[in-house]
């Protein structure tokens, strides 16, 4: 995510049961696994990488809420308040007819709002150059990879070590 | 964890459902007592819990085949209780059966459609409206789109869960039944769709018979929906509590959770839908459903909402409520409740008033039915008086008070309230008459009182077992979910609990949503 650039060890599984394994077997050992990268979700990695639950669904229900209430109140200024239309023979206020509207503004709210919050947490903006590792990882390849950048060799070492333990099929290091 | 589990239907249990039964019939019973001439109490319980548990019944049978047709492999742990839902349908039969009976011999008034010289130019109950409908609302016709369309769902139902059954005896390495239940599953989505929405027409919206509303057989089948499927869950979780089930995980709870809460969102759309198109259009004899219900029956109106929507929302709207047995079953505890709710203010209100219609009939002849037009009038709102968002339903009211009198233009009416002596109208013309007594009505208005004593006499007022449930009520829900149950785990007791030769049975096994939380043990460690 920062600016800089990286050095990272990284190495490749071919299964995601592999991969699961080795996870366990690197927390076991307290090694600090700098990410995880797999071509589809794998079920059940979260908790073994030890992530919390997201909160991305709480800000989800903020940004409903706020759009909802924008939507309705917008509404109820506009047409009752501030300029009153009669239309259809309905009350200048006509609550049920505002009620899509309402729902609409929630959806766009939450959706909007949620995709915003996660492209930002994420470090993805237009114009940003992606940092790949390695292509296949969206293809084929299973991929736990440790940073590197300020190290000692003695770290580097452990690492290598635990990737021919756990039997990654390869082992490569880039600076992103 | 063992696979080749068999459901004992205990001793102890049978007597608690029988004693609940009983406590059904005496309810049912009881709610003759002290009824109107018509016995509408006790009719429109009957037929309220009779079509609320053969609908559940159905929509099981529906949602399998949905499932069934979709290749679904999650439900597969949970099939064997729909198959035995879905078997009540037969029961059903025998229960709308009592209804169709009613209805040849005239046993209740449930129906205004089945008055007796309804459709006769020359008799003094003819009713243009309905003439005009008959050829779709007549015994025949009701017999026909009530219990045979349940026989014929009934029928679907048998085959499959026979083909089912079958499937546990033999080993087939060529998936022969597999192919034949996805015949027979895919075969029912559009019978049990096209015929699902003129079976509640039949029965439960020709109750308010001037009444229509193209929304109304997909809210009513969605509210059955509902409640049948916060039965199944609440039924999950109790047999789980009985030690049955332990390879149903909560993750399989999780996906029922979202449909009991998408669904539940569901509802309130086609709920609002109804409300939104009919106050929309602001056309008296639509608007006059909505107008009674909101009037009379506040509680039912917006208890319902409550209910069926803002407790499921809210309740079930985080990930973790819908993977704990607590607030699932209190949830589907609820939503079950309020959709048996439901269905009692679909039914209630329209048949008291049309039981209220025609006693009036009966009692003083031609001139009663211009009596209870003239009710109708009397208790039209006064709109400055409401709140403005409803204005739009209560102006048309107003507009109400034309059925029948339209028949007869030049008859008196004697308005009612503070000049109902002395002021004799002679109806000029259907529009006129319209504003004249609008007129008269906002002339005294002063006089509520006066209208309050009306409210008592017409009986549109509080009325336990109509404007809310009472204890009979109550008693003969508990009956007929009694027979139910006693039904269901009847069909549970006769086949294995997991059909282990299902070939999506590994896939069930190993379900999961992916869905992590902190705190939860386990995880989606199957392995």
């Known amino acids: 995510m920062s600016a800089e650039s990286k050095k990272v060890l990284y190495g490749l599984y071919n299964d995601e049961e592999e991969l699961k394994s080795a996870v366990k077997t690197a927390r076991q050992g307290h090694l600090d696994i700098m990410d995880v990268y797999t071509p589809f979700p794998v079920h059940g990695l979260d908790p073994i990488l030890g992530l919390s639950e997201s909160r991305l669904h709480i800000l989800g229900f903020v940004y409903g809420a706020?759009?909802?209430?924008?939507?309705?109140?917008?509404?109820?200024?506009?047409?009752?308040?501030?300029?009153?239309?009669?239309?259809?023979?309905?009350?200048?206020?006509?609550?049920?007819?505002?009620?899509?509207?309402?729902?609409?503004?929630?959806?766009?709210?939450?959706?909007?709002?949620?995709?915003?919050?996660?492209?930002?947490?994420?470090?993805?903006?237009?114009?940003?150059?992606?940092?790949?590792?390695?292509?296949?990882?969206?293809?084929?390849?299973?991929?736990?990879?440790?940073?590197?950048?300020?190290?000692?060799?003695?770290?580097?070492?452990?690492?290598?070590?635990?990737?021919?333990?756990?039997?990654?099929?390869?082992?490569?290091?880039?600076?992103? | 964890m063992n696979l080749n589990t068999q459901f004992v239907f205990e001793s102890k249990l049978k007597r608690n459902l029988i004693i609940g039964m009983v406590i059904g019939a005496v309810c049912l019973a009881w709610s003759a007592v002290g009824d109107d001439a018509f016995y509408t109490r006790f009719w429109t319980n009957y037929l309220h819990n009779a079509v609320f548990f053969t609908g559940i019944a159905f929509t099981a049978m529906f949602f399998l085949s949905g499932q069934i047709t979709a290749f679904a492999g999650w439900m597969v742990v949970i099939k064997r209780l729909w198959e035995a839902m879905s078997q009540f349908m037969l029961v059903g039969i025998v229960l709308l059966l009592v209804v169709v009976i009613g209805v040849w011999g005239h046993l209740h008034h449930l129906y205004h459609w089945n008055t007796p010289g309804i459709t006769d130019p020359s008799s003094s109950v003819y009713d243009e409206i309905i003439a005009g409908k008959a050829g779709f609302l007549n015994p025949v016709f009701f017999t026909i789109g009530t219990v045979g369309f349940l026989a014929i769902w009934y029928f679907w139902a048998y085959k499959l869960r026979q083909n089912s059954l079958a499937q546990d005896e033999h080993e087939t390495p060529s998936f022969d039944y597999y192919k034949r239940e996805r015949k027979w599953a895919a075969s029912f989505l559009p019978l049990g769709g096209f015929l699902s929405t003129v079976f509640l027409w039949q029965l439960i919206m020709s109750i308010d018979t001037h009444w229509y509303s193209t929304m109304f057989a997909w809210y009513s089948t969605i509210s059955l929906f509902l409640g049948g499927l916060a039965l199944f869950i609440a039924l999950i979780l109790y047999l789980q509590s009985k030690g049955y089930l332990e390879y149903v995980t909560r993750e399989h709870l999780h996906d029922l959770g979202k449909y009991l809460f998408g669904i539940s969102i569901f509802w309130t759309y086609l709920w609002f839908d109804q409300f939104m198109l009919i106050w929309y259009g602001n056309i008296g004899e639509e608007t006059i459903y909505f107008k009674e219900r909101m009037d009379n029956y506040p509680v039912l109106f917006w208890g319902n909402l409550v209910l069926n929507f803002v407790v499921p929302f809210f309740v079930l709207m985080r990930n973790d409520t819908k993977r704990k047995a607590g607030t699932l079953f209190f949830a589907a505890l609820l939503v079950f409740f309020g959709h048996w709710l439901d269905f009692f203010y679909m039914i209630k209100p329209g048949a008291r008033i049309a039981a209220i219609e025609a006693m009036e009939h009966s009692e003083g002849g031609h001139h009663g039915s211009l009596k209870s037009d003239i009710k109708d009038l009397s208790q039209a709102p006064d709109v400055s008086k409401m709140p403005r968002v409803l204005a739009g339903v209560s102006a048309a009211a107003a507009e109400q008070s034309h059925q029948g009198n339209e028949q007869q233009p030049t008859e008196k009416i004697p308005v009612t309230g503070q000049g109902a002596q002395d002021t004799d109208h002679q109806e000029p013309a259907h529009g006129g008459a319209q504003a004249d007594t609008h007129g008269e009505h906002a002339h005294h208005a002063g006089d509520h009182d006066g209208h309050d004593g009306h409210h008592e006499e017409t009986g549109r007022g509080f009325q336990l077992g109509y404007t809310l449930p009472g204890f009979q009520e109550i008693g003969v829900l508990i009956g007929f979910l009694s027979l139910f149950l006693f039904f269901f785990f009847r069909q549970l007791e006769r086949a294995p609990l997991l059909p282990l030769r299902d070939p999506f049975l590994e896939e069930s096994l190993h379900h999961t949503t992916g869905v992590y939380i902190d705190g939860e043990e386990g995880g989606h460690d199957h392995h």
């Open chain 1, 66 to 176: 706020t759009g909802a209430l924008f939507g309705f109140l917008f509404m109820s200024w506009a047409l009752a308040k501030d300029w009153p239309i009669l239309f259809g023979g309905k009350p200048y206020w006509p609550v049920p007819s505002f009620i899509p509207i309402t729902f609409e503004m929630t959806v766009l709210f939450a959706a909007w709002g949620m995709t915003i919050t996660f492209y930002t947490i994420c470090g993805m903006w237009p114009g940003v150059k992606a940092k790949i590792l390695d292509n296949r990882i969206s293809d084929d390849k299973f991929c736990i990879a440790f940073d590197v950048t300020e190290v000692e060799q003695r770290v580097v070492s452990s690492f290598k070590e635990f990737f021919q333990r756990t039997g990654a099929a390869e082992v490569h290091e880039k600076t992103i």
